[in-house]
């Protein structure tokens, strides 16, 4: 259950920091994400601050859905947010996929790990539920009752 509730806090405070990026300074994101250097955003012409601010939003609905799953553990909670990254992650991997010449090798190779994480993440915690629930938040083999609700 901790491996669970870790997993879903990391994918959810990740997607509300880039929602939080991208509504405060989304000129900035497209200049400048991920830093070092690099820029990833701004290889996909052209800049919408109306694309960006909407993208922002929407990662923040589905970090605090994210996030709020991780904290409660309940059933329904994780499948809608864990179904949510997937579908939104899915189509973030798919568009870079068919846009991969657009940065250097080793840039789409990280970029496109990167964005398939949270995605994998939240399809491991699926596919994990059903056995963490019926184990308890411990792992005891009681079975507790309320299942990831039960909370630890």
């Known amino acids: 259950m901790r491996t669970i509730r ?3 806090l990391a994918v959810g405070a990740v997607q509300l920091t880039i929602g939080v990026l991208l509504l405060l300074a989304p000129h900035f994101f497209y200049d400048e994400f991920p830093g070092l250097g690099r820029q990833w955003v701004a290889a996909l012409p052209p800049y919408s601050q109306h694309a960006l601010t909407d993208f ?12 709020v799953a991780g ?6 909670a994780v499948q809608v947010a864990c179904v949510a990254n997937i579908v939104q992650g899915g189509a973030h991997f798919a568009y870079h996929l068919t846009r991969a010449d657009a940065l250097p090798t080793a840039d789409t190779i990280v970029n496109q790990a990167l964005i398939a994480i949270g995605p994998l993440v939240c399809a491991a915690v699926l596919l994990a539920l ?4 019926s184990l308890g938040a411990e792992g005891d ?11 630890e």
């Not at 904290?71 to 329904?76: E, F, Y």
């Not at 009681?142 to 299942?147: E, P, T, V």
């Open 6 to 8: 870790a997993a879903l």
């Open 56 to 67: 922002g939003g929407a990662l923040l609905g589905i970090g605090t859905a994210t996030l």
């Open 71 to 76: 904290v409660t553990l309940r059933p329904g």
């Open 130 to 133: 059903p056995r963490a629930a």
């Open 141 to 151: 083999g009681r079975g507790r009752a309320g299942g990831l609700a039960g909370g």
